[in-house]
């Protein structure tokens, strides 16, 4: 069940997350909060909300969060048609339509937070989401030769 309206305090000499349901009152220490679906939403929360906390106190570090495989609690046991290419998400499912909101929060807090970078690497396409084809600067297809990892990279 995902976790919505909470409040969610971060105890940095711990450090730890504890979630507080707001009509219950009901806390939820992060390592007992279920889905894997939860455990993506309150990363990407803390996560900037720590970048907006910093830059409000002009830290010295760089507004940049780089975000690897955002669609994993929707597609990780599902076997790709082709796995020699992305995957490609041509129609809205509830699964795709659960990303779309997690990118959608990704792009409203880019917008939001002035000198912000995000990079995303991800295996999901959606490719009937304007936003988000617009924000892809590159796709990397197993079956090309251009790979993020050259094929002749040394192993050790």
Known sequence: MPIENCDVDFFSKQPKL?????ESQKKTQFENIG????????H???AFALQRFLAEKQSSVPGLLILDQISRPY???KKESDE????????RDDDSSALEKHFDFIF?????????????LEHAYLSYHEEYKKATKYRWPKVSNDKLIPSDWPEN
């Open 18 to 22: 504890v979630i507080t349901d707001s």
């Open 35 to 42: 889905s894997d679906e939860n455990y993506l939403s309150l």
């Open 44 to 46: 990407l929360s803390f």
């Open 75 to 77: 597609y990780s046991n």
């Open 84 to 91: 020699s290419d992305l995957k490609e998400i041509v129609n």
């Open 108 to 120: 409203s807090q880019v917008a939001s937070q002035s000198g912000l970078q995000v990079i995303v």
